[in-house]
C-alpha cells in the first residue's frame, strides 16, 4: 500500500468579532504572493464565546491563525507555549497550529516599529487609553523605548488593575484615572480603544493638551475622533502596527520565529504596504 501523501498545512485565517473591516486578508495576500508561498488566507467571524468550537474544527491543513478582538485572551489558554510578550500581556494574536499550539504576540512590536517610522523612538512618560489587551501591549512597548512612567485612562479603572501589575514586572510606575481627571503632560499617548470611539469633546481637547504625539492603534475608519481633534501634535494612525504586526505574523507563519527575517523581506514590505 502506497503511503499517504504528507497534507500541506497551506491555510490561514483571522478570527475575531467583528471582522469584516480587516485588512489582515489583502496583506497577506500580497506577502504570500512575493514569497511563492502557496498559501490561503481567509477572514472568519468568531465570537469569543463560539471560539474553543471553531478551534475544534480544524484539521491538519491549517497553519495558523491571527486573532483579534475579543479572541487574545481565549487564544492564549488555547497556545501550549508562549513567547515572552504574550506572557507579559496574557494576550496571542498569532497562533502556529500542530499538537502543540505556540502562542506569540506581534502587536508589541507592531507598536515599537510603527512608532519608530513616525520618528518616535523613545519616550519617558507615556498615557495609555484604555485598559484591554491592546492597553498591555502598548504598556510593554512603551517600556521597550524607554518609559518608565505611564498613566492608564480607562472608562472603568478598576479594569486597570492588572496594568499596574505589568507595570511592576516591568519597572514602569503606573496611574490609574478616569479620562476626565486631570491628566499630567506626557510625551506620547496611546489610544487602544475601539474602533468608533468617541469621547466627549472636552475630554478630547484636555488630553490633546496635555499628550503629546498620539498613536491610535484604530485605523478603520481614519481619521478617528481623537485623531481629529488632537490639534497640531503628530498623530500616528494604527496602520503602521497592522503592517509591521503581519510582517511579524508572516514571520512565524514561515519559521515559527518572529525574529527570523523574511527572504526579500524589503520587497514583501513594499507588497504590503501598497495592499494597504
Same mark, same amino acid.
Given at each position: 500500500?502506497?503511503?499517504?501523501?504528507?497534507?500541506?498545512?497551506?491555510?490561514?485565517?483571522?478570527?475575531?468579532?467583528?471582522?469584516?473591516?480587516?485588512?489582515?486578508?489583502?496583506?497577506?495576500?500580497?506577502?504570500?504572493?512575493?514569497?511563492?508561498?502557496?498559501?490561503?488566507?481567509?477572514? !472568519?467571524?468568531?465570537?469569543?464565546?463560539?471560539?474553543?468550537?471553531?478551534?475544534?474544527?480544524?484539521?491538519?491543513?491549517?497553519?495558523?491563525?491571527?486573532?483579534?478582538?475579543?479572541?487574545?485572551?481565549?487564544?492564549?489558554?488555547?497556545?501550549?507555549?508562549?513567547? !515572552?510578550?504574550?506572557?507579559?500581556?496574557?494576550?496571542?494574536?498569532?497562533?502556529?497550529?500542530?499538537?502543540?499550539?505556540?502562542?506569540?504576540?506581534?502587536?508589541?512590536?507592531?507598536?515599537?516599529?510603527?512608532?519608530?517610522?513616525?520618528?518616535?523612538?523613545?519616550?519617558?512618560?507615556?498615557?495609555?487609553?484604555?485598559?484591554?489587551?491592546?492597553?498591555?501591549?502598548?504598556?510593554?512597548?512603551?517600556? $521597550?523605548?524607554?518609559?518608565?512612567?505611564?498613566?492608564?485612562?480607562?472608562?472603568?479603572? $478598576? !479594569?486597570?488593575?492588572?496594568?499596574?501589575?505589568?507595570?511592576?514586572?516591568?519597572?514602569?510606575?503606573?496611574?490609574?484615572?478616569?479620562?476626565?481627571?486631570?491628566?499630567?503632560?506626557?510625551?506620547?499617548?496611546?489610544?487602544?480603544?475601539?474602533?468608533?470611539?468617541?469621547?466627549?469633546?472636552?475630554?478630547?481637547?484636555?488630553?490633546?493638551?496635555?499628550?503629546?504625539?498620539?498613536?491610535?492603534?484604530?485605523?478603520?475608519?481614519?481619521?478617528?475622533?481623537?485623531?481629529?481633534?488632537?490639534?497640531?501634535?503628530?498623530?500616528?494612525?494604527?496602520?503602521?502596527?497592522?503592517?509591521?504586526?503581519?510582517?511579524?505574523?508572516?514571520?512565524?507563519?514561515?519559521?515559527?520565529?518572529?525574529?527570523?527575517?523574511?527572504?526579500?523581506?524589503?520587497?514583501?514590505?513594499?507588497?504590503?504596504?501598497?495592499?494597504?
Amino acid at each position: 500500500m502506497a503511503a499517504a501523501e504528507p497534507v500541506t498545512r497551506s491555510r490561514l485565517a483571522v478570527w475575531g468579532d467583528p471582522i469584516a473591516h480587516s485588512r489582515s486578508p489583502q496583506l497577506h495576500a500580497a506577502a504570500y504572493a512575493v514569497l511563492g508561498l502557496d498559501w490561503t488566507y481567509e477572514r !472568519r467571524q468568531v465570537p469569543a464565546d463560539g471560539f474553543s468550537a471553531a478551534m475544534g474544527e480544524l484539521d491538519a491543513s491549517w497553519r495558523g491563525l491571527s486573532l483579534t478582538m475579543p479572541l487574545k485572551e481565549p487564544a492564549y489558554r488555547a497556545a501550549s507555549t508562549h513567547d !515572552r510578550h504574550a506572557e507579559l500581556t496574557g494576550a496571542v494574536n498569532t497562533l502556529l497550529l500542530g499538537p502543540r499550539p505556540a502562542g506569540f504576540n506581534t502587536d508589541v512590536g507592531g507598536i515599537v516599529d510603527a512608532l519608530s517610522e513616525g520618528g518616535i523612538e523613545t519616550v519617558e512618560r507615556v498615557r495609555i487609553l484604555g485598559a484591554g489587551a491592546t492597553a498591555a501591549s502598548a504598556l510593554v512597548a512603551a517600556a $521597550e523605548i524607554g518609559a518608565d512612567r505611564a498613566m492608564v485612562a480607562a472608562r472603568r479603572p $478598576e !479594569r486597570a488593575a492588572v496594568l499596574v501589575g505589568l507595570g511592576d514586572r516591568l519597572g514602569v510606575g503606573v496611574d490609574v484615572a478616569p479620562f476626565d481627571a486631570p491628566h499630567p503632560p506626557v510625551d506620547l499617548t496611546i489610544a487602544t480603544l475601539p474602533s468608533g470611539s468617541a469621547l466627549p469633546p472636552a475630554t478630547a481637547a484636555q488630553l490633546a493638551a496635555t499628550g503629546g504625539a498620539l498613536f491610535d492603534a484604530a485605523y478603520a475608519p481614519w481619521p478617528s475622533a481623537l485623531a481629529a481633534s488632537w490639534g497640531d501634535a503628530p498623530v500616528i494612525s494604527g496602520l503602521g502596527m497592522l503592517l509591521h504586526q503581519a510582517v511579524r505574523q508572516i514571520r512565524i507563519f514561515a519559521h515559527g520565529d518572529p525574529g527570523a527575517a523574511l527572504p526579500q523581506e524589503e520587497r514583501v514590505l513594499s507588497a504590503m504596504r501598497d495592499a494597504l
